[in-house]
């Protein structure tokens, strides 16, 4: 076995890596691009080294960086993970040039497979079922047009070196294609800078089934088993179970031969994936091979107790495989959700930013969660918006269905958009339930899966108006605590007035819409008007965030996440944003450090108040951002002087943006 090795990753399969080589006393060495300096696979490896710029064309596809820090740290293997390098020819035929142990396939195998035409040529002459269509090299358009009338239509359009969903278009008639042609082409350049295609019959309700291969250096080749991954957005998957529903031993058998016939056609080695469309008859067809670890490796290794990297690592040291196919079995049922920073409402366009909050469900030998972030990094524009796979196990399908909607509504994450809701939807659904999965599944269900938005309910307004009266009453202690007269009537926490009703009015923008409770105060709580009417909450706060709320006799445990304006609500599986809209609690809505205002969400400068080098008073407005599509007061902090605006009116800014240089007044309280 190693003593040491190097991951040219990062996130989440960096860390999964890093977990099983550490385990095994292996040590570890990490990469990492200049956005990546404080980030969890770093922590969490040996020794790290940058290898520099955002960008991964010029970091981690830097294939000759990767190896020099390779020799320069003494890393006897590199493990690539999944993605950037892990099927890259060139690169594992360098490592073996250096001496270095590329821990994955044969040069020969990745090359073999690079190309879709070329691999579905072997598998065809190694008897591995394909579906009809023409895979050859001749590019010509009026051939092209010719072969796509003979295989008939629907028919699919692919990339040849493609994947992701890239460079692939569905052709309903011969009269589209030529267009439908032209438009895949340009894609395929664009995106993988080689414009030929192949042609397929469409299949239209086809479920996506994959098999686990593993092989050793001695020709000992088995399958794992299936996984189901139809379910996709994009062309790429979401959500991934195994063992696949309605599978019987006889076709299981089936697609495992070929998928070890495929394996041996190519004398392949380590963990690689073959994948199949299933028709609705049963019969199935081969669609690729990775060459890699699967991001959704962690179901088969739920339902068949190995560790599937493990295996990678002692193949990869030489070893034999450490059991046969006999005597592996299957043991439950296993369902991963990945868990995206996207927006579901917008087409699913990733969303970056701070994760300000983050809270994981508890791991368990039913719940894993196997995650490349940590609160307070940043998701970025340069890389996938993975957050994490969430993982669960259970006896059987309907129990890890159940499993799984429970760990859904345990995994927050406030700062950036996720897919947490639309993943919610779909395990709902009776459709899935029942098993209806195939790879329109999403498109099918499109009208349950992505409803209109609801306005909040009295119950998370509630919680939104007892989060902030509460913080507002700590801070007011904390501020009669520090002055000369603690004991004032003037500093009471519980809203006393002189000849008046106690009462507070909270404004909201919830969608657009402005809404204002009304919060009276009584002893050890609060009488809310909300717009379903009267209620009397009470409740306190967490460090972390929780809040314990008695709202009109039913006792709610919920989490509010206040970032500047922003409070996202994440109550009972859901999360809601709103935003606060109360110019006086100017403490909850800027963010000061040293004399510096950040902007408190994306958004952009409208206009620009008071002038710099004039002197304000603690609550003046400085300058309006518009977010949400609703204007936002940046207010001053303290008593003190505008040095210097950083950006004009009309600039776009991200969260965090730094605003204005603000000068504190000496003696000056900031909020």
């Not at 009276?520 to 409740?539: M, T």
């Not at 306190?540 to 919920?558: C, N, R, S, Y």
Request: charged share 20%; aromatic share 8%.
């Amino acid at each position: 076995m190693f003593d040491k090795i190097l991951i040219a990753n990062r996130g989440e399969i960096a860390c999964r890596v890093i977990r099983t080589a550490k385990r095994l006393g292996i040590r570890i060495v990490a990469v990492y691009s200049d956005v990546d300096a404080g980030a969890l696979h770093v922590a969490m490896a040996d020794e790290a080294y940058h290898i520099g710029p955002a960008p991964a064309r010029e970091s981690y596809l830097d294939a000759g960086r990767i190896l020099d820090l390779a020799k320069k740290s003494g890393a006897q293997a590199v493990h690539p993970g999944y993605g950037f390098l892990s099927e890259n020819a060139s690169f594992a035929e360098a490592c073996e040039e250096s001496g270095i142990i590329f821990i994955g396939p044969p040069v020969e195998a990745i090359r073999a497979m690079g190309s879709k035409s070329a691999a579905k040529e072997i598998m065809g002459t190694a008897g591995v079922p394909l579906v009809p269509g023409y895979h050859g090299d001749e590019q010509d358009g009026k051939f092209l047009q010719s072969e796509a009338d003979g295989i008939g239509y629907p028919l699919l359009i692919k990339a040849s070196a493609g994947g992701g969903g890239k460079g692939m278009r569905v052709v309903s008639s011969s009269a589209d294609f030529a267009d439908a042609l032209a438009g895949a082409r340009r894609e395929a350049m664009s995106g993988f800078g080689d414009d030929s295609v192949l042609l397929e019959r469409y299949l239209t309700r086809p479920r996506h089934i994959e098999i686990q291969v593993f092989a050793d250096n001695q020709g000992n080749v088995l399958h794992i088993f299936e996984r189901d991954c139809s379910i996709q957005r994009r062309h790429q998957k979401i959500i991934e179970e195994a063992p696949a529903f309605g599978m019987n031993l006889q076709l299981r058998q089936k697609m495992g031969e070929a998928a070890v016939a495929a394996a041996k056609a190519i004398g392949y080695v380590g963990a690689g994936t073959v994948e199949f469309l299933l028709d609705e008859d049963t019969s199935f067809y081969f669609m690729e091979m990775n060459t890699r670890l699967q991001v959704e490796h962690p179901v088969t290794e739920m339902i068949s107790g190995l560790d599937l990297v493990e295996w990678q690592l002692l193949v990869a040291a030489g070893g034999l495989l450490p059991l046969s196919q006999e005597q592996l079995a299957i043991s439950g049922h296993a369902i991963e959700a990945r868990i995206y920073a996207e927006d579901p409402a917008k087409e699913f366009l990733p969303s970056v930013g701070k994760l300000h909050h983050l809270r994981t469900p508890r791991e368990s030998t039913h719940v894993r969660v196997d995650v490349g972030v940590r609160e307070g990094g940043e998701v970025s524009i340069h890389y996938d918006p993975l957050i994490a796979k969430l993982i669960v196990w259970d006896s059987d399908r309907n129990a890890a269905i159940r499993r799984m909607k429970t760990a859904l509504a345990d995994f927050q994450v406030v700062g950036v958009t996720t897919n947490n809701g639309f993943l919610n939807n779909i395990f709902a659904l009776p459709e899935f339930a029942s098993g209806e999965v195939d790879t329109s599944f999403i498109e099918r269900n499109r009208e349950k899966l992505f409803p209109e938005s609801i306005p909040a309910s009295d119950r998370l307004l509630a919680l939104a108006a007892l989060q902030l009266m509460l913080k507002n009453s700590a801070l007011r202690k904390k501020e009669a605590l520090q002055s000369q007269d603690p004991f004032s009537p003037w500093h009471q926490t519980g809203g006393w007035r002189l000849n008046s009703d106690n009462y507070q009015q909270l404004h909201f923008i919830d969608s657009e819409q402005v809404v204002t409770v009304t919060a009276h105060y009584r002893p050890f709580g609060f009488q809310l008007d909300l717009p379903g009417g009267s209620r009397f909450v009470q409740g306190e706060l967490d460090e972390a965030g929780d809040i314990f709320v008695d709202f009109a006799g039913t006792h709610i445990k919920a989490t509010v996440i206040q970032k500047g304006a922003i409070l996202t609500l994440l109550d009972q599986g859901k999360s809601h944003q709103l935003m606060v809209h109360n110019p006086h609690l100017v403490d909850e809505q800027n963010e000061v450090t040293a004399g510096r205002l950040t902007a408190p969400m994306p958004g952009k400068v409208v206009a620009l108040i008071a002038a710099p080098g004039s002197r304000v008073e603690r609550g003046a407005p400085l300058m309006i951002m518009e977010a949400m599509k609703m204007e936002h007061t940046i207010f001053a902090p303290s008593d003190g002087t505008v040095a210097e605006y950083c950006y004009p009116v009309g600039a776009v800014l991200n969260e965090g943006a730094e605003l204005l240089i603000f000068n504190v007044e000496v003696g000056s309280t900031v909020a």
